[in-house]
């Protein structure tokens, strides 16, 4: 594999990049202090702006380390963070990412969030050479699973129990796609 690190990527309507300390009031505002977004999450809903700032007190160092990789999603005509994606997990010996994604209700089903996962995707592959791509989603969220659908993941299995969202355990469904898939497709995202 190729490790990069969290290289800024675009698309026609967003800018994804590297999250600052500067962005924790939009952070907050957008969707981490919503319980409605956090909802089917495994991280409990902010309190304050003071809770997002010390969570991105501690992302911020991470991007110093080129298998990390964790973007904002700032959607162009906004200039502020919406959302985040990133890798939860990078397995190099199988080179295999697991991505976890939210973004903020007001931007819920106007494609967004395929549109960072297709970015997000096509990095992956094609500049860090991965070969699997993998996330989760609460069977409860099926919008999640209809996002990794649509950029070419396959459903692979659900595991009963298999998480702890904020609604307690809960099934997950397991969505993925391989190199040699997303090579052979057309971009299902943009």
């Given at each position: 594999m190729n490790h990069l690190g969290t290289v800024i990527l675009e698309t026609e309507r967003l800018?994804?990049?590297?999250?600052?300390?500067?962005?924790?009031?939009?952070?907050?505002?957008?969707?981490?202090?919503?319980?409605?977004?956090?909802?089917?999450l495994t991280w409990p809903t902010h309190d304050s702006a003071a809770v997002s700032r010390a969570i991105l007190a501690d992302w911020v160092p991470l991007y110093e380390k080129p298998d990390y990789y964790h973007w904002a999603i700032v959607l162009r005509d906004l200039?502020?963070?919406?959302?985040?994606?990133?890798?939860?997990?990078?397995?190099?010996?199988?080179?295999?990412?697991?991505?976890?994604?939210?973004?903020?209700?007001?931007?819920?089903?106007?494609?967004?969030t395929s549109e960072a996962l297709g970015a997000v995707i096509g990095f992956l592959f094609g500049?860090?050479?991965?070969?699997?791509?993998?996330?989760?989603?609460?069977?409860?969220?099926?919008?999640?699973?209809?996002?990794?659908?649509?950029?070419?993941?396959?459903?692979?299995g659900t595991l009963r129990q298999g998480a702890r969202s904020n609604q307690g355990l809960t099934d997950v469904a397991l969505r993925a796609i391989l190199k040699r898939d997303w090579v052979g497709q057309e971009r299902p995202c943009p």
């Open positions: 800018i994804l990049r590297p999250f600052t300390l500067e962005d924790a009031p939009a952070m907050y505002t957008n969707w981490a202090g919503d319980s409605e977004v956090t909802r089917h200039g502020e963070p919406m959302g985040s994606i990133g890798a939860v997990k990078v397995n190099d010996s199988v080179e295999m990412a697991e991505i976890g994604y939210c973004i903020g209700q007001r931007w819920w089903h106007q494609g967004y500049r860090v050479e991965m070969n699997r791509i993998q996330a989760y989603h609460d069977v409860q969220n099926p919008h999640s699973g209809d996002v990794m659908a649509k950029c070419g993941m396959v459903y692979e």
